[in-house]
């Protein structure tokens, strides 16, 4: 076991100096954790928007034109190929393809994923509150 010895100047002589174990370095392991949550959460969102894809018919180069990516892009996409596209750009592609996702990350990578989080609601299916629309109405007539 590699261990290091920090010894402070106002530690006392009884008390043991504090060792840590220069392998487990708690930065490296959350850089690797949050590598591995970035990968989870590119690689979940890019099956999504070629589930979205696949079920829409569309061909990869009419996708591509409608979500403004060139068509190799959508290709990467659909063969999951994603390791070279930013989560970013992913999002970006989502958001353009009217894709309601939840992405969530967790206390470890494996906790991470994207979600669909269900239709779009269209205006004629969203329920009003008869007590906001009196209030809205209440609003306009003082303005």
């Known amino acids: 076991m590699h261990l290091s010895v920090q010894e402070s100047f106002d530690q006392s002589p009884a008390t043991p100096p504090v060792c ?20 989870a959460l590119r690689s979940d969102l890019a099956l999504q928007i070629a589930r979205h894809i696949r079920c829409s018919g569309q ?16 290709s990467q996409i ?6 070279q596209l930013s989560l970013e750009l992913l999002i970006r592609i989502a958001v353009r393809a009217e894709l309601p996702v939840v992405l969530q ?21 969203i329920l ?7 209030a809205r109405s209440d609003v306009e007539r003082r303005c």
Do not use: C, W
Request: hydrophobic share 35%; net charge negative.
């Open 59 to 74: 061909t990869q180069v009419s996708a591509a034109k409608r979500l403004a990516v060139p068509q190799p892009t959508v």
């Open 128 to 134: 009003r509150s008869k007590v906001a629309d009196e």
């Open 20 to 39: 840590y174990d220069i392998r487990n370095n708690s930065y490296a392991a959350t850089a690797d954790t949050d590598t591995r949550t970035v990968q």
């Open 78 to 83: 659909m063969h999951g190929k994603v390791s």
């Open 105 to 125: 990350t967790g206390k470890d990578a494996e906790e991470a994923g994207a979600f669909v989080a269900g239709e779009p609601l269209q205006e004629s299916r």
